[in-house]
């Protein structure tokens, strides 16, 4: 069984709950491959074969190291760069072959929140002049009720109307955030993907920020790709985790199963640095030794046995297929069923 077949096993199972039968899969990637060719014999492998749906009202979270390829997915999956392989379609329409007005029609469909709020505006317009900016560009109703929108949008993220006439000066790193949240929700996407959107912010932004996106989830029945380094930042707002390791993913599973029983070594490693193992169950052995290895030049074999506690001989000679741990949950690793138990569900929860 290849990779995509386990990854989208449960989109076709026909034991799977009738609400998630009838879900349809908004996002389909299909081994994309993305490599910045440096001469003719080098390449950065920034990503490399990555395969995952996502269904429409569900968030899907990305998270791994800097430098593992999340953000080339955001830029791929937006159109902003072209592939090196692969495909990604969003809605049944493949990406790459849109132009025109269906091109004009995608760039609205699917909108990007980045990292930094104040490089997202321009520091010379007024917030509600930004706002309006993009229903402009798209002729979205009259000067009038573009005005209104943006009202009532800020209203809906959190900000009062004196906002409107602000510049991002006169705003918080936070206050900025929810501008840029709000400016992407007025084209009324059905396809959020948000890189990184809290990792500028201080602690009680950042959870202000999340509860936001949680409650504009809600609300809104958005689909979402949540981008971050960070597990405790996809934790609760996200349905599904997929983890990334040097351009691939290596574990996918909905996400209470992936905090409750992570199969690979490398999540556990993560788990263990983002210090939510309060039981203390995951050994020193199992924290992250030495820098992430260049994606000029991936490991052989897999990529994470330069600095797994648990590599064998196999490990650096043959690359694992994903396996299936549950109807879910996948995971790539030879050996991942010897693992000790780590953190399970009779250990609690962390
Ligand atoms: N235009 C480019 N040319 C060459 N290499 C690039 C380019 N863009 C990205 N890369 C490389 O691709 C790899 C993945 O980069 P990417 O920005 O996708 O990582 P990331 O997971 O988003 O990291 P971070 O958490 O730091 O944002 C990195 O090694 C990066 O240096
Ligand atoms: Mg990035």
Same mark, same amino acid.
């Given at each position: 069984m290849n990779n995509v077949t386990l990854l989208r096993k449960s989109a076709r &199972?026909? @034991? #799977? %709950?009738a609400s998630e039968a009838v879900r349809p899969r908004l996002v389909e990637v299909d081994e994309l491959a993305k490599h910045y060719f440096l001469s003719r014999l080098f =390449?950065?492998? =920034?990503? &490399?074969g990555v395969s995952f749906d996502i269904r429409q009202g569900e968030v899907l979270g990305l998270v791994g190291e800097s430098g593992c390829g999340k953000s080339t997915i955001a830029r791929l999956l937006t159109r902003q760069t072209p592939p090196t392989s692969g495909q990604v379609r969003i809605a049944g329409q493949e990406i790459a072959d849109v132009g025109g007005e269906d091109l004009k029609r995608l760039r609205r469909t699917v909108q990007l929140v980045f990292q930094d709020p104040f490089g997202a505006l321009d520091p010379r317009m007024r917030i509600g002049t930004s706002m309006e900016a993009p229903l402009a560009q798209h002729r979205i109703g009259t000067r009038e009720e573009r005005r209104d929108k943006v009202m009532r949008m800020l209203a809906e993220v959190g900000l009062d109307e004196s906002f409107y006439e602000r510049y991002p000066r006169q705003c918080s790193g936070g206050q900025l955030q929810r501008v840029v949240i709000g400016r992407a929700l007025l084209l009324e996407p059905r396809f959020l993907i948000c890189d990184e %959107? *809290?990792? #500028? /912010?201080d602690a009680s932004m950042r959870t202000q920020i999340l509860n936001l996106l949680t409650d504009l989830k809600r609300r809104h029945g958005l689909t979402m790709l949540m981008i971050s380094h960070d597990l405790r930042v996809v934790r609760h707002i996200c349905d599904r985790i997929a983890v990334m390791y040097l351009g691939r993913i290596v574990e996918v599973a909905d996400s209470d199963a992936l905090f409750r029983t992570p199969r690979h070594p490398y999540t556990r490693a993560l788990i263990a640095a983002s210090m939510l &193992?309060?039981? !203390?169950?995951? =050994? %020193?052995?199992i924290q992250l030794r030495g820098d992430l290895p260049s994606p000029l030049n991936p490991p052989r074999g897999c990529r994470f046995h330069t600095r797994c506690a648990h590599a064998q001989a196999k490990c650096s000679q043959a690359e694992p297929e994903f396996e299936s741990a549950s109807e879910s949950h996948q995971v790539r690793c030879h050996f991942w069923r010897e /693992?000790? %138990? !780590? @953190? *399970?569900a009779e250990a609690g929860s962390p």
């Open positions: &199972d026909p @034991q #799977a %709950p =390449s950065i492998k =920034s990503v &490399d %959107p *809290t990792s #500028a /912010l &193992d309060r039981t !203390g169950l995951y =050994s %020193p052995e /693992l000790p %138990p !780590g @953190q *399970t």
